[in-house]
């Protein structure tokens, strides 16, 4: 069965500091793309990096990066130089690319970043 | 108007009430997705259009009835709810690719008295 699990309800981080949020999925399909995103307390969801199965190398959006352990099953977040705005909800998502248009959500990280 | 809309962001209903949630994108995406959040649960995928023809439906109670006349707009209609419907209702759209993000909407605070 495909799941997506994030063990940490909540973190906290000093402003300026990196921080790692923990994502391990769950799948036997061959392909599947692995998204993170962000819902600041206005509740929208918004998009913040990217990884495909079969790409070779860590994606990274700025100060986002996603360290892609494939035989680990694990696609963790990391945020460099944090800042008070990344107060918020952290979603790991997954999508099987075999056709099917489902995501797969975890319970989501609470991450606060304290001045 | 860019992005997905949600409208109204905020309802209040009773369990004999019948309301309706709407989604909007002028996107030209493909795909359209009701998701459900409640607190310290994942989200719950609900339903899931792709050229306005319903592809997945994940179990839903009937008292959620999705509608999409066509691919920039979605609804959905709800009618005679329970006080554990109360959740965070997010729409969102897909352009089509496979390694494409989903572009969500602000979601509508739904509160069943």
């Known amino acids: 069965a495909q799941k997506i699990t994030q063990t940490q309800p909540g973190m906290f981080v000093q402003e300026k500091e990196a921080v790692t949020l923990d994502c391990t999925y769950d799948?036997?399909?061959?392909?599947?793309?692995l998204f993170w995103y962000k819902q600041p307390s206005s509740g929208e969801m918004i998009f913040l990096i990217y990884q495909g199965s079969y790409d070779q190398q860590n994606a990274t959006e700025g100060r986002y990066s996603l360290n892609f352990q494939k035989a680990r099953k694990s696609a963790n977040l990391v945020i460099s130089a944090s800042q008070l705005g990344d107060s918020a909800m952290y979603f790991c998502?997954?999508?099987?690319?075999?056709?099917?248009?489902?995501?797969?959500f975890g319970t989501g990280t609470r991450l606060k970043v304290l001045a | 108007e860019t992005g997905v809309t949600q409208t109204p962001r905020h309802l209040v209903m009773g369990m004999t009430n019948k309301k309706s949630l709407k989604c909007e994108q002028h996107?030209?995406?493909?795909?359209m997705y009701w998701y459900k959040q409640s607190a310290k649960k994942p989200l719950e995928l609900m339903f899931v259009?792709?050229?306005?023809?319903?592809?997945e439906n994940n179990s839903v109670p009937s008292r959620f009835s999705p509608e999409c006349p066509n691919s920039s707009h979605l609804f959905l209609h709800l009618h005679t709810l329970q006080p554990e419907d109360s959740a965070l209702y997010l729409c969102?759209?897909?352009?089509?690719?496979?390694?494409?993000?989903?572009?969500f909407g602000p979601g509508t605070r739904l509160t069943v008295l």
């Open positions: 998502a997954m999508r099987l690319t075999s056709g099917t248009y489902k995501y797969i």
């Open positions: 259009y792709n050229f306005k023809e319903q592809t």
């Open positions: 799948t036997s399909d061959p392909s599947y793309g």
């Open positions: 996107l030209g995406h493909n795909a």
């Open positions: 969102a759209s897909l352009p089509g690719g496979s390694t494409d993000t989903q572009y």
